[in-house]
Structure formats: C-alpha cells, structure tokens
C-alpha cells in the first residue's frame, strides 16, 4: 500500500508529464533510474508508427524522483521506476536492484523496457539542438 505522500508525488510526476502539450500524455512512458547521488529520467511517447524519445527537463523530475525513492526506508529502495500513462491512468512499477542483472549495460535495459511496453517500433531520438 502507498502513503500518501508516495501517491502525491506519483501524480506530481504525472503532472509534470501533461506539461508536454506537442504530443498526448496518453501512451507515455516515464522510464528513471534512481540512486543516492543522480535520477536519470527518460521519456517516451506511443506514436504509430515510432517511439518518440523526449527529453525531460530535469528541474521538473530529478527532486520528485529523489523525493519518491527517500520515501522508502533504506535498504528497501528502488533503482527503477517505470510510470506508464495510458487510459487516463497511470500505473507505476518499481525495480529493485537485486532484480537488476548487473551485467546488463543501463542503455540496453532501458531500450529493452520501452519496447516491453510499446513494441519493436523504431524509437527516434532528436537531433541535438532540436526539441
């Protein structure tokens, strides 16, 4: 069960994606990881035919997310946290580090998470200085 506060800040980081208005909230992935010293969020939108790459502002995620994971006790924290928007909803599944395979290099998790939720579609990532 999750407090009340956990809760908030879920609907903070939901809020905080409805803040994108080129593109629906509907289908959107907020991939982080998260650790002591660094949050690292990704996002990305269902499209038809791609998956969109979007980045984040980080002024808007990092302290939510830190503030989100300190709301467990130590030891019993998460590494990942996988937030999906679909339907009007939002589900959040949380990753702990001994469901980690150490091995797995972090940008490959995070690809092999996308498509898990969105499908083999081609993800596009925007050119640097666009967005």
Known sequence: MQSDETQRLLNE???????DVAYPLDNTLLYAEVAADMASPSIFKNLSNQILYR????????YTLWDLWLEQPEGRR???IEYLAKDGKFDAVFVYPDELDPKEEPMDRRTRIVRRYF?????????????
């Open 119 to 131: 499908g083999e579609k081609p993800i596009v990532y925007p050119q640097l200085g666009e967005e």
């Open 13 to 19: 980081i939901g809020q905080a994606l409805a803040e």
């Open 55 to 62: 980045r984040p502002d980080l002024d808007a995620f990092a």
């Open 78 to 80: 998460w590494a990942i």
